[in-house]
């Protein structure tokens, strides 16, 4: 057996298949049971109900477990309208949660301040001060959507190396 | 000698059981509350401002946006409020007057499960909460067969509907109808006859007659204090008139009667949803109204019987295609005003049950 320099420890640690194996199914867990933050903003936090509901049933793609907790939670849904006075708590919320961690943007208020652009009052969109990984478009989006949305964060959960190939040439 | 740490605890805005993004600041001896003091504006969005920036049909959509689990409801009361500021009232033909009816306590039915359905929720019974959820997604797939939209439907317009009922709505809607009494049999099954339900909710937060009409209450809150009061039957708009239904009222107004409240009125919905599908004529459905709204100066108050409360809108118009002043009278923001009193000296627990059964919408508190 070959002996290893300490100077080629990193290349090693690089090259080791089995590390990379873990990652790859710590991933596809990770992205099989994203546990959402029981926050809701305004009117698409209704809709988000929904989505939990017996129709639509997130629970398909395991993703029904709401935790009250950020401390429990990988993804935040910013479900409505942040507002001037919101927007703090919406950030503390984020940092208190737990790496990894995904946001959602749900609906145009989270977008871009949506119906509400030229209010006074309203932060124009999440993305402004948190890093946002998938937004869903609608007022408010249907639960098909939010669903559609979770699942492509699942794709981008479990193969970061293809998101990071889109987004070179987006 | 012994004695608790006073504690000031934030509940709020992120909490599950505020419904949305209200905050209330308690002091805890104990666990029970000693004083509660509300914080609210954490949903301004300035609508009231907006109004005064967009036309008369523009500001329509927001109306849903406002109560957002009524929103047809909300639309209603503000065409109303400009039909009436036009002085067109009696204009609007009468299928668009039962359209309204009709798509108007079928909204309220979906509120009120809703409430019920968050009740549940809020003392952990998670079953009762997937029945509502399910009646409501029944009500909303007709509210998207009018509109094309769940929750905002932007339906009504100055002077009548934006649309006829499209084909098969009488014949979808009679069938929910006929099936929801069981659907109220089996919520009352599960939820009101659990004697869990009760021990939570009985006597829980009372609010006396005298109280109730001091801080301003209205709708099913102050119906549950035992105040008989209605505006559908005691200034009917629309044809309301024509209507005969009951009011349920409650005796002691605890938090059980709250809730009690609201499973009669569901049931009385669905009595007048019934008569107006017998009733509904053939006809138009708009009125003949100008392309561009320009109502004459002046200012109006007209309020309606929302799912929460009275819905009232002031308008001031100063002849021009917008409003130069539009104010909101929320029913959610006159019935928190209540919550530090019925917080004071009651177990925390019990404030979370006494909260959820007030029903409050942030986006109307807020506006």
């Known amino acids: 057996m070959d002996v290893i320099k300490p100077n080629q420890v990193d290349e090693v640690v690089r090259n080791n298949v089995v590390l990379s194996t873990v990652d790859a199914a710590f991933n596809w867990c990770r992205s099989r049971s994203l546990w959402p933050l029981t926050f809701g903003l305004a009117c698409c936090a209704i809709e988000m109900m929904a989505t939990a509901d017996t129709r639509y049933d997130l629970a398909r793609f395991g993703s029904e477990v709401f935790r009250p907790s950020p401390r429990q939670c990988d993804l935040m849904i910013i479900a409505g309208t942040i507002t001037k006075k919101m927007q703090p708590v919406v950030k503390r919320l984020y940092e208190q949660m737990a790496e990894p961690k995904y946001v959602l943007a749900m609906g145009s208020c989270a977008i871009s301040g949506g119906p509400f652009v030229d209010s006074y009052n309203v932060v124009l969109g999440g993305d402004t001060f948190l890093p946002v990984d998938v937004y869903v478009p609608g007022c408010p989006p249907r639960p098909e959507a939010l669903i559609y949305g979770i699942l492509q964060l699942r794709e981008k959960v479990a193969n970061p190396k293809k998101i990071e190939g889109l987004r070179k040439h987006g | 000698m012994l004695k608790t740490q006073e504690l000031t605890l934030n509940l709020g805005p992120h909490h599950p059981s505020t419904h949305g993004v209200f905050r209330c600041v308690l002091n805890l001896e104990g666990e029970y509350i000693q004083k509660a003091v509300n914080h609210l504006g954490y949903l301004h969005r300035g609508i009231e401002k907006l109004a005064e920036s967009r036309t008369y049909t523009q500001f329509i959509p927001y109306n849903g946006r406002l109560d957002y689990v009524a929103g047809m409801l909300n639309e209603w009361t503000y065409v109303h409020a400009v039909e009436k500021l036009m002085g067109i009232t009696e204009e609007i033909p009468e299928r668009a007057q039962y359209i309204r009816v009709i798509l108007g306590e079928l909204q309220r039915l979906a509120s009120h499960a809703i409430y019920i359905?968050?009740?549940?929720?809020?003392?952990?019974?998670?079953?009762?909460?997937?029945?509502?959820?399910?009646?409501?997604?029944?009500?909303?797939?007709?509210?998207?067969?009018?509109?094309?939209?769940?929750?905002?439907?932007?339906?009504?317009?100055?002077?009548?509907?934006?649309?006829?009922?499209?084909?098969?709505?009488?014949?979808?809607?009679?069938?929910?109808?006929?099936?929801?009494?069981?659907?109220?049999?089996?919520?009352?099954?599960?939820?009101?006859?659990?004697?869990?339900?009760?021990?939570?909710?009985?006597?829980?937060?009372?609010?006396?007659?005298?109280?109730?009409?001091?801080?301003?209450?209205?709708?099913?809150?102050?119906?549950?204090?035992?105040?008989?009061?209605?505006?559908?039957?005691?200034?009917?708009?629309?044809?309301?008139?024509?209507?005969?239904?009951?009011?349920?009222?409650?005796?002691?107004?605890d938090t059980f009667d709250r809730v009690l409240v609201r499973i009669e009125e569901m049931k009385e919905s669905v009595k007048i949803v019934k008569k107006a599908l017998r009733d509904i004529p053939e006809g138009p459905v708009m009125a003949k109204v100008p392309k561009v709204i320009k109502p004459p100066v002046g200012e109006v108050y007209s309020r309606i019987e929302n799912a929460k409360?009275?819905?009232?809108?002031?308008?001031?118009?100063?002849?021009?295609?917008?409003?130069?002043?539009?104010?909101?009278?929320?029913?959610?923001?006159?019935?928190?005003?209540?919550?530090?009193?019925?917080?004071?000296?009651?177990?925390?627990?019990?404030?979370?049950?006494?909260?959820?059964?007030?029903?409050?919408?942030l986006g109307e508190i807020d506006r």
């Open chain 2, 117 to 253: 359905a968050s009740m549940a929720l809020d003392v952990a019974g998670a079953t009762a909460w997937f029945y509502g959820f399910r009646d409501r997604d029944e009500i909303l797939d007709l509210l998207e067969m009018v509109s094309g939209q769940r929750l905002m439907p932007n339906y009504m317009r100055i002077g009548g509907v934006a649309a006829d009922l499209p084909e098969g709505f009488i014949e979808k809607c009679q069938a929910l109808i006929d099936e929801f009494p069981n659907r109220i049999a089996e919520q009352e099954g599960i939820l009101i006859g659990n004697e869990i339900f009760q021990a939570r909710v009985k006597n829980v937060g009372p609010i006396s007659k005298e109280m109730a009409l001091d801080y301003g209450l209205t709708g099913p809150n102050l119906r549950a204090s035992g105040v008989d009061t209605d505006l559908r039957r005691d200034e009917p708009y629309g044809i309301y008139d024509r209507f005969d239904f009951k009011v349920p009222v409650g005796e002691k107004g």
């Open chain 2, 309 to 361: 409360g009275h819905l009232g809108f002031h308008i001031v118009s100063d002849g021009s295609t917008k409003p130069y002043r539009l104010r909101i009278y929320s029913p959610c923001f006159v019935n928190i005003g209540i919550f530090p009193e019925m917080a004071k000296g009651i177990h925390l627990m019990d404030a979370v049950v006494a909260l959820a059964s007030l029903d409050i919408v």
